[in-house]
């Protein structure tokens, strides 16, 4: 405590008061995730450029106090702002937001960690750019991935259930289910009718140099899927606008709202390089109230928003594939949630599955169901081979033991960077509780 205290007054000299936060409320609020934690966090600091992040971090290194980096926080169903250790204090590195430079021959951008995706890809359109920013389905607000060239790199193809397009289109229908969850078959197959039936959906972009290439490719395409996909749509950009035209006629009609579609189809798809919200809105799905605040600023943390990730690295084969999605499916359906399961074929060897886990976490009983529940789904899929390709905050040290030497290895590595050990406690460390704890 008392070397807590002497810091802190150094970190005031360096940052300024404002920008070293002890206030109580904040505290609470920067240790709230989507799932239940139980971090405390002693402070938090702001740092507004290199030179105050080194400074920081040489006061944490004299008085042993572990630090926890963040870049916005918003590492929503992964632990949000939350440590991975008690009493880290939080380096919020937000306030360092500037594009440091950019080539557009050599197609790379250096970014400073505030950077978000939104920010980088109004830089491009600024710039009339050919590059593309690789976005995720996180939100505009979260930091980056990688820069691709427009018209040469494809993007990645992704396989969605019904539960998780019903889930970023709408809430729970608690109605139609009679006030009980999980959603049964012919909640689904009702609700399924909206998106033209069936269980799975694919996605995927074709980036291609020219239109001719672009046509023999959707050929090739088409010839793959046949008789297995019930159904093969293309969009381009001339296709939209003739829907576009035609969407209010085919509303009076059929009430069918094309321009809905439209709009999370293609509009404003990720696939295009284009961030969007519509993803993290799945974090909603059992809230029976409606945040006011919610339809213009997402915040699962502050909505009270319960959503736990599991993230399974599967081998790219179709046995694998079947093997780990029936596990997740009776695993979530034992613990009464919606099997919401996305897979991301990423590259040619490696499906990554990523399975949400959504609940009210204002229903009492509800944390600990969820939890249980992800733990569970961990064990199973690492029992049949299927490891994590990330992890949560709750769950560092839930990977079985490794049987090799990497663990080793990797704990030589991290002393060379951080002799200390002040440095992120705990993240992908397999460590006991009583050892994740900061010196703060
Ligand atoms: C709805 C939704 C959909 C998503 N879809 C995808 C997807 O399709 N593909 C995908 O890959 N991801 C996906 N994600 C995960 C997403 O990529 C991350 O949530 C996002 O990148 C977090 O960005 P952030 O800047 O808020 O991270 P932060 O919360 O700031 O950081 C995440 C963690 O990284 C570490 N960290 C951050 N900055 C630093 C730093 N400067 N130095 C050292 N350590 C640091 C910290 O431990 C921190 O806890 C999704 C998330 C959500 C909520």
Known sequence: MENLNTALQGWRQILGDDNVITHPERLDEAARATFA???RIPAILRPGDRQQVSDSMRIASLHGISIYPISKGHNWGCGSRVPSGDDCVLLDLRRLNQIIDFSEELAYVTVEPGVTQQQLVDFLGAKQ?????????????ASLRELRQRGVLRGGFTLFNDLRMFSIRQRFPWRLADGRAPLGDEQRRVMGKGLGGGRWFGEGALHSPSRAVGLAERKLVKRALAGKARKTLFMDAGKARWVKRLAPLLKRLSGHDMQAMLDLDYERNPQRGIPVTQPTKMAYWKKQTRPSSATVDLDPDRDRCGLIWCTPALPFTGEDVVRAVAIIENCLAAFGFDANIGLNFTSERIVEANVAIVYDRDHKGEDARAHNCHDMLLERLSLAGYLPSRLGIQSMSALPEAGDDSPGVLDDLKKLFDAEGILAP?????LPESEIHGRG
């Open 37 to 39: 934690t139980r971090r």
């Open 426 to 430: 705990g993240r992908y460390q397999r």
């Open 129 to 141: 750019s050919r590059l593309m920013l690789s976005v995720t389905g996180a939100p505009p607000t």
